[in-house]
């Protein structure tokens, strides 16, 4: 069996599922950092 990195074809290249992680990941950073805002605004800290 020959290693993976033997390969000598094009590399594949990004697909729409690869598209829609990134969005995801994004969605989820502004959804923290909202609800961070929001807590904020009620006096919240992240100290016990």
Do not use: K, T
Request: net charge neutral; hydrophobic share 50%; proline share 10%.
């Amino acid at each position: 069996m020959s290693p993976r990195s033997s390969r000598s074809g094009p590399s594949p290249s990004p697909d729409v599922f690869v598209g829609l992680l990134f969005v995801s990941v994004a969605a989820l950073v502004a959804g923290i950092s909202l609800l961070v805002l929001e807590l904020n605004r009620y006096g919240w800290d992240m100290a016990p």
